[in-house]
């Protein structure tokens, strides 16, 4: 079964005829497409980060006799550079799961394992405001894959529950397993999304407020990585949310039947 995507403009010729294009966007044409607007999306974000350190760089030069400005556009030079860094990453950590499935390449992985080792990696942002990162639960099976992807994956959500919550509040993971289904909820307390929003924000360099995103270190990059962890895992990701209330979201990975990991070679 084939899907034809066809891009149609209309457009008036004259009193008696009309003009009609279309764009054939199926399967070569379309991954033609995507590749297209990722590197139009990518040159856009890069964008304000190099411009900012150039500009930055011209004014330390300039203000050179001035050892205060100096220091303190330095300080600023710094920090769009650690910003870039963190794009680029981002960017290069995105083009590697984009596709990348690993459901029967991968080797079994404990996954109560890498939440702990994702928690703990987000633990000096969480303490730094106040929040109370917890784990509840565990999960008996393992699941297939890849322990790098599905640890930054996660890492990715509960950094976002602590980057979108305010001082004081409480994250929570919860672990549970049913019907040879894992599944991982990350609960925050934070500031929540509109439900409009709620599909967008999987898209590569959505964010509901772009300006919050940025001062906090974000790249809107976090969910279309956890998208493309989850898929490539044969799994989904689901999102329950309140504005004002908090989020939640679910990662539901198929488990790995135990006494099939002596096949894991296969
Ligand atoms: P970012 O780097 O901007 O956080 P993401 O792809 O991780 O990029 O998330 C996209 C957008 O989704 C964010 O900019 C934010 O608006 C929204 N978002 C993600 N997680 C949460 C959350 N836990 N609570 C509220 N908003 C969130």
């Known amino acids: 079964?084939?899907?034809?995507?066809?891009?149609?403009?209309?457009?008036?010729?004259g009193d008696e005829y009309i003009l009609v294009l279309a764009d054939d966007r199926t399967e070569v044409s379309r991954t033609e497409a995507v590749r297209n607007d990722f590197v139009a999306n990518v040159s856009h974000e890069l964008k304000t980060p190099v411009g900012a350190i150039s500009l930055l760089a011209e004014t330390i030069e300039g203000?050179?006799?001035?050892?205060?400005?100096?220091?303190?556009?330095?300080?600023?030079?710094h920090k769009e550079s650690n910003r870039l860094a963190v794009l680029v990453q981002?960017?290069?950590?995105l083009s590697r799961v984009q596709g990348k499935n690993v459901v029967h390449a991968g080797v079994p992985v404990d996954l109560t394992t890498v939440i702990v080792e994702a928690v703990d990696r987000s633990r000096v942002p969480a303490e730094d405001k106040g929040?109370?990162?917890?784990?509840?639960?565990e999960l008996p099976r393992r699941v297939h894959g890849?322990?790098?992807?599905?640890?930054?994956?996660?890492?990715?959500?509960?950094?976002?529950?602590?980057r979108y919550s305010p001082e004081g509040t409480r994250v929570g993971i919860g672990l549970s397993s049913r019907d040879g289904i894992a599944q991982v909820t990350i609960t925050d307390q934070g500031i929540g999304i509109e439900a409009e929003n709620q599909e967008r924000i999987f898209e590569r360099f959505y964010r509901v407020d772009?300006?919050?995103s940025r001062s906090t270190g974000g790249t809107g990059l976090g969910l279309s990585i956890v998208k493309h962890?989850?898929?490539?895992?044969?799994?989904?990701?689901?999102?329950?949310?309140?504005?004002?209330?908090g989020s939640t979201f679910t990662v539901r990975l198929?488990?790995?039947?135990?006494?099939?990991?002596?096949?894991s070679g296969l």
Do not use: C, Y
């Not at 079964?1 to 010729?13: D, G, H, K, Q």
């Not at 890849?146 to 602590?162: E, K």
């Not at 962890?229 to 209330?245: C, D, I, M, R």
């Open 1 to 13: 079964e084939t899907t034809i995507v066809v891009n149609l403009r209309v457009a008036p010729l």
């Open 63 to 77: 203000a050179s006799e001035d050892d205060e400005a100096v220091r303190r556009f330095s300080k600023r030079l």
């Open 90 to 93: 981002d960017i290069i950590e």
């Open 131 to 137: 929040i109370d990162l917890r784990v509840a639960g």
């Open 146 to 162: 890849d322990a790098d992807q599905l640890t930054m994956a996660f890492r990715n959500l509960i950094d976002n529950a602590v």
């Open 210 to 212: 772009p300006a919050r």
């Open 229 to 245: 962890v989850v898929s490539n895992h044969g799994g989904e990701v689901a999102l329950w949310s309140q504005p004002g209330k």
């Open 254 to 263: 198929p488990e790995l039947e135990e006494g099939l990991d002596d096949l």
